[in-house]
Structure formats: structure tokens, C-alpha cells
């Protein structure tokens, strides 16, 4: 199982990014997939999830209408689309997965995780 993120860089504050995360070595249609965050010094936060289906998401409250997740089967990859970016978002961030029944929803909780990605920093500036 491998999990790739890629699309981070440094954004002015109001800027946009989009990540994404590309897996390999496993059946994407077997898996549900978080994106987490962790900022320097802070505990690592659940930020939002897709279920295999893609019918079933969870969005964290502080990102919520700004951030939005979403997966294309085909390419075996979940992109989280951050708009409005706000200082307080600069974290690196990680996508990881989890075997999931087909369209159960999404679990935000990282215990369900078991693989992880190695990251991508995302730095907003003021």
C-alpha cells in the first residue's frame, strides 16, 4: 500500500491549493481515505474523509465551506480542494487509508487508519 500526497507549497492568505493524494497497491474501491493535519507543536486533526463510494464525506467544522474532498476511482486518487486558505491552515499534511465496506461512511477517527502517506507541507502567509 503506498499513499502520495503532493500539491503543497506556501500560499498567501485568501489563495488556494489543491491536494492530492494518489494510491497504489491496493483496491481503491476497498478503502475509505482521510485527509489529517498537524501544525508545529498541535496534535494531529482529522480534516476530512470519503467513503469508497464517494458518497459519504466528513468535513471538519473549522474548514468546513472552505475545504472540500473528493476522489476520482478511475485515477485512484483524492484530491482536498482548500480554498479561502487561512494562516491558521499552514500544517503538514497527510492522507491515509483504511479497508472499508462499499459505501459505509467515512470514520474521522486516525485509530480506523492504518496507512499513511509521508505528507505534503501547506504554509499560509498573512
Known amino acids: 500500500v503506498q499513499l502520495v500526497e503532493s500539491g503543497g507549497g506556501l500560499v498567501q492568505a485568501g489563495g488556494s491549493l489543491r491536494l492530492s493524494c494518489a494510491a497504489s497497491g491496493f483496491t481503491f474501491d476497498d478503502y475509505a481515505i482521510g485527509w489529517f493535519r498537524q501544525a508545529p507543536g498541535k496534535e494531529r486533526e482529522a480534516v476530512s474523509c470519503?467513503?469508497?463510494?464517494?458518497?459519504?464525506?466528513y468535513t471538519v467544522s473549522s474548514v468546513k465551506g472552505r475545504f472540500t474532498i473528493s476522489s476520482d476511482n478511475a485515477k485512484n486518487t483524492v484530491y482536498l480542494q482548500m480554498n479561502s486558505l487561512k494562516p491558521e491552515d499552514t500544517a503538514v499534511y497527510y492522507c491515509?487509508?483504511?479497508?472499508?465496506?462499499?459505501?459505509?461512511?467515512?470514520?474521522?477517527?486516525?485509530?480506523?487508519?492504518?496507512?499513511w502517506g509521508q505528507g505534503t507541507q501547506v504554509t499560509v502567509s498573512s
Open positions: 470519503i467513503n469508497n463510494s464517494g458518497g459519504s464525506t
Open positions: 491515509a487509508a483504511y479497508t472499508a465496506g462499499w459505501g459505509l461512511p467515512c470514520h474521522h477517527d486516525e485509530r480506523w487508519y492504518d496507512d
